[in-house]
């Protein structure tokens, strides 16, 4: 036996062993840190811990203001009591509260899932997302506590935690939110004060983790949870920091237009967080006290849908503020027209698109110094266009739809040519949480469908025209209701305009609109309105809808989207 036998049969047993043996967990890399959002309030409040976080007028009339040191403390303190009590899956049913942006932080940081639902679902709806969810705590604004009903039918031993939405943090009246904040801070403090050292910000396990479930609006069908990751929801709202300038010309005041539950805000209660900005809540959309706000308060931003900005800029307080604001505008697609009127006001939209399947926005239209050379109506209509992927995404497609299953062609870039928008990148959402085959479709062939149908144009912007099912095809020709949307809100006394398809004997199908009309405006009938679009606006002939119904409201979704489906039963029995 040669005298490398015995330590070639030693290697032999070695590698045995190894194969056998679990392999030890890497070492973590120095110049990699797993990405969670949960860090920015952790980090903001050792940047500059006495900078304004938050201001609120709360439901019992006080001011509340916070600093980020103190706003820092009741996330710690929310946070102890969740984790001590090994509540991990937390519901959040409130408006745009202080406690809304606190359970944000604090249900990630003691280790939970975020599972925030809209306040104006059904309560068979609410309760069908809180049990899907399977949450085992839900933390409820008072005023809508007894939307939960139905779901303590069938799961009474859920806990609640009931937000008065007071000034009063402690004692009588403070309510159990703010008590289960004070408890929290006294377990940290007989624990050795640890603060966020004992909590998950910046140590956690895995970045593509789940951190929230937000539900799409189910105006059709069942809402579907769409899963948030850690790294997704940071990209996000690293994005929406750059494209909405949040950190450009001094600290922003973020006005909460937007409900925090659609999309988690669209992840801007941590891009704001991010930047040190202050945290203006808002109970509900009041336009008086909105525009007393921005006049007041030195507003610098707010997220607002289409239809709120419309009636935002029709009120009667409305007036041109001296100072810009930055508008970040989504959930359905503006108009040109909508977008001069804010401009006017010094209200500057900033046109993203996106869904609540890529964290709420994922593109935006870029404004380009030569537009500005250009004819005010040609320059808000390219404002109007949905335009490039965001900085931490990809470029989006515009595909073929006449295609086989998983085959993508993209249509030429000719500004005519109509496909559907498919969206890639790292602010994609991995799909629906417990639904393999809605999260199959998805991403059928690779990348998520949107189900819009746009152009795109020759600099490769997108412009969407319609949804696929709410695209109007009349003798052959494509009529698209936004489009003729757009055109009638440029009527003078008409404030908001929604069109659907009614079968035609002849055409096969044609549009008709449902108007409504501003307050103070001229007296209308539909038939002026048909007469006004044949002659005097840019609608072509075809186009030009035999039927106008005015109307005192639209119906729309809780996300200020006209529901096109409510308008198709209404032609029906029309």
Known sequence: MSSSAPAAAAARVRSVLNHLSPPAAPSPLPHIHQLSPTFFLERAAQVEPDALAVMHNTADGSIIRRTYRELS??????ANYLK?????????????????????YAIVA???????????????DIAYIFDYA????????????????????????????????????????????????????????????????????????NENDMLAIPFTSGTTSRPKGVVYTHRGAYLAALANIVESGLNVGGRCKFLWTL???HAMGWTFPWSVVAVRGVNVCLRKIDYPLIWKLLK??????????????TLLVSAKEAERLPNPVQVTVAASPPSGHLFEKMTSLNLMPVHVYGMTETYGPITKCYHLPDWDKLPAQDKYAKMARQGHGF???????????????????????????????????????????????????????????????????PDGSAQIVDRAKDIIIS????????????????????????VVAVPDSQWGERPKAYITLKDGGKPLVGTGVIEWAKNHSSISKFMVPREVVIVAELPKTSTGKIKKNVLREWAQWV
């Not at 001590?84 to 944000?104: D, K, N, Q």
């Not at 399977?134 to 937000?163: A, M, N, Q, R, W």
């Not at 007041?296 to 900005?309: C, K, L, Q, Y």
Request: with cysteine; proline share 6%; net charge negative.
């Open 259 to 261: 409900p925090m539950f």
């Open 134 to 205: 399977d949450v085992d705590c839900i933390i409820v604004d008072k005023e809508f506590e007894g939307l939960l009903v139905e779901y303590i039918k069938t799961h009474p031993s859920t806990p609640l935690i009931i937000d008065f939405d007071t000034s009063k943090t402690d004692g009588p009246g403070c309510g159990p939110f703010n008590e289960a904040v004070r408890q929290g801070q006294a377990h940290d403090r007989a624990h050795g004060s640890q603060g966020w050292a004992t909590l998950k910000s910046k140590t956690i396990d």
């Open 391 to 457: 900085i931490t995404s990809l470029p989006i497609r515009v595909i073929k739809t006449d295609q086989p299953p998983g085959v993508y062609v993209d249509v030429a870039r000719d500004g005519r040519e109509i496909g559907e928008i498919v969206f890639f990148g790292n602010i994609c959402s991995p799909g629906y949480y417990k639904d393999a085959e809605a999260t199959r479709k998805l991403f059928a062939g690779g990348g998520l469908h949107s189900g819009d149908l746009a152009v795109l144009h």
């Open 73 to 78: 403390s009741r996330v710690i303190g929310l």
């Open 296 to 309: 007041d308060e030195g507003i610098t931003h707010f997220n607002a849908a289409p239809t709120v900005n």
């Open 84 to 104: 001590a009590r090994g509540l991990v899956r937390v519901g959040i049913l409130a408006p745009s509260t202080p406690a809304f942006l606190e359970s944000i």
């Open 475 to 498: 003798g052959g020709e494509n009529i698209s209701s936004i489009a003729l949307e757009s055109m009638l809100v440029q009527h003078p006394d008409i404030l908001e305009a929604g």
């Open 110 to 124: 003691a280790g939970g899932v975020i599972v925030p639902v809209n306040y104006r679902l059904k309560e068979d």
